[in-house]
């Protein structure tokens, strides 16, 4: 299959480039490589013309295509015709060699799938005890794998609001478990969701559907959005056996008020594209988690040395929550 990918950057030149060497080891290389550089300088484009990389367009945009959504779109217009399959990974991330092999396979296995994510390695503690386990009040078991459970999903147990979904989809009350918390067996899995970073679609998905403008600059929770609405006319899956490393380079981020504040409103506009008309039970569980969260983020500012950053991100979580009342996101 004749594919592109296609890498948004901003502000990450030295990340960018150790993600292409990656690249350039893969037992299949991309027909395309698009980089779309939104970066305030000049750094990405010199580090580009010191090093080589097969089949590359590069692309620095000006202000008004900056943002995540926005780049991404910028993308997938330039993408060639031939291509039947449009990759996207994060900057920060390097491919183990057989990532793009596998990811393909998954296409030829599963003709159906509009979609196949990839699987995100060290991110992921598990350890096989196989189905007859009974997991403990901090464990969560899927598929024969147990890892430990955080704080907020023990609570959130213990008050009978924990996600009734397995990962990769989304309750009626949002509020899920990612597919990080699929376990790395090697499987392919069906999923509504996967992460944007390191993500795969159809060329054809595009001809209805696109990222949502919506998502500014960060973009946090886009990837959820698309994913749930391409889910809502197709297959999609997640294959644990295509694997890569994400570093979650600092650069480029929102100040925590900022990304707390996108936590909640983002969440929201999330929620209901998974759930346009919620029950009331639905909604109280949604207003109950995100009281919750907020709550365990203000305790860090008891319980870690970064104080000042939890509580500017609890401030900028309240400030979202009370802002749904009055100006709910469109």
């Known amino acids: 299959m004749k594919f592109a990918l296609i890498i948004c950057t901003y502000l990450r ?14 037992t299949i290389y991309p027909d395309e490589i698009l980089i779309v550089d939104g970066s305030t300088n000049k750094e990405t484009e010199k580090v580009l013309k010191e090093n080589h990389f097969e089949n590359l ?7 008004e295509h900056r943002g995540l959504t926005k780049q991404r779109n910028f993308g997938i217009e330039r993408v060639g015709e031939e291509i039947e399959v449009v990759c996207f990974l994060d900057d920060d991330t390097v491919l183990e060699n057989d990532y793009f092999e596998q990811l393909l396979k998954t296409y030829t296995i599963y003709p159906e799938a509009l979609g196949v994510g990839g699987y995100i390695i060290d991110e992921s503690k598990c350890e096989f005890v196989g189905d007859n386990y009974k997991p403990k009040i901090d464990e969560y078991l899927f598929d024969g794998w147990k890892r430990k459970d955080g704080s907020r999903f023990i ?39 996967f992460m944007g970073g390191v993500s795969s679609f159809k060329k054809e998905v595009f001809d209805t559907l696109n990222f949502s403008s919506y998502f500014e600059g960060y973009g946090l929770y886009e990837d959820a ?10 297959k999609l899956y997640v294959n644990t056996a295509a694997n890569l490393k994400h570093y979650h380079h600092p650069s480029g981020r929102p100040n925590q008020y900022q990304y707390g504040k996108m936590v909640v409103r983002n969440g929201w506009y999330v929620w209901r594209t998974k759930n346009p008309k919620p029950l009331l039970d639905s909604k109280l569980k949604w207003h109950s988690i995100t009281i919750l969260l907020a709550l365990i983020r203000f305790s860090n500012t008891l319980t870690t040395t970064n104080r000042k950053q939890a509580f500017t991100e609890t401030m900028g979580r309240t400030a979202g929550w009370w802002s749904l009342f009055f100006n709910k996101p469109k």
Do not use: C
């Open 13 to 26: 030149p030295h990340p960018l480039l150790r993600l292409l060497q990656s690249v350039q080891e893969q």
């Open 57 to 63: 367009n590069y692309f620095r945009i000006s202000a």
């Open 155 to 193: 609570l959130r147990k213990k008050l009978g609001i924990d996600s009734d979904s397995p990962p990769g989809y989304s309750s009626l009350y949002s509020h899920g478990r990612s597919v990080g918390f699929l376990p790395p067996s090697g499987k392919v899995y069906p999923v509504e969701m």
């Open 225 to 234: 959005d698309f994913t749930l609405r391409v889910a809502k006319i197709g």
